[in-house]
C-alpha cells in the first residue's frame, strides 16, 4: 500500500513541467530565475511547481541572501525508487519463471 508521501511524490512527477525542474536540479543548487530561465513558464509558475516539490519531500530549499536555493533531496525519492524497484523485481521474477517454463517444455527462451 503507497504510503501519503509517495502518492505525492507520484502525482508530482506526474506533471512535466516538474520533472523540467527536477531535471534543472540535477547539476546542484539553482534559484527559481536560474530555473525559469529554461524553461517555457514565468518564475511565479516555477515557484508554485517548487512548493510541490518541496511539500512531497523531492526538493529542499535553503535562503542564500534575499533569494532561496533549491536543491533535490535524494531521501525524498527513496520510496519512489523502491516502489519502482518493486515493479522491476516482478517482471524479472515473472521472465524467470516464462524461461524456466518454456525451458522445460523444449522450447527456447
Known amino acids: 500500500m503507497p504510503t501519503a508521501q509517495l502518492t505525492q511524490a507520484l502525482a508530482a512527477l506526474g506533471d512535466p513541467t516538474r520533472r523540467a525542474v527536477l531535471d ?9 530565475g536560474d530555473l525559469a530561465s529554461g524553461l517555457p513558464v514565468s518564475r511565479p509558475a516555477v515557484s508554485q ?3 510541490v516539490l518541496l511539500q512531497c519531500g523531492l ?16 531521501s525524498g525519492f527513496e520510496s519512489v525508487r523502491a516502489y ?12 524467470a519463471a516464462a524461461a524456466h ?9
Not at 519502482?84 to 521472465?95: H, I, P, Q, S
Not at 517454463?101 to 527462451?109: I, L, N, S, V, Y
Open 24 to 32: 534543472g536540479l540535477r547539476g546542484g543548487e539553482r534559484s527559481v
Open 101 to 109: 517454463d518454456q525451458a522445460t517444455e523444449g522450447g527456447t527462451p
Open 84 to 95: 519502482v524497484e518493486g515493479f522491476w523485481t516482478d517482471v524479472l521474477g515473472a521472465y
Open 59 to 74: 526538493v529542499k530549499e535553503r535562503p542564500a541572501g534575499t533569494r532561496r536555493l533549491y536543491r533535490i533531496e535524494p
Open 49 to 51: 511547481h517548487l512548493a
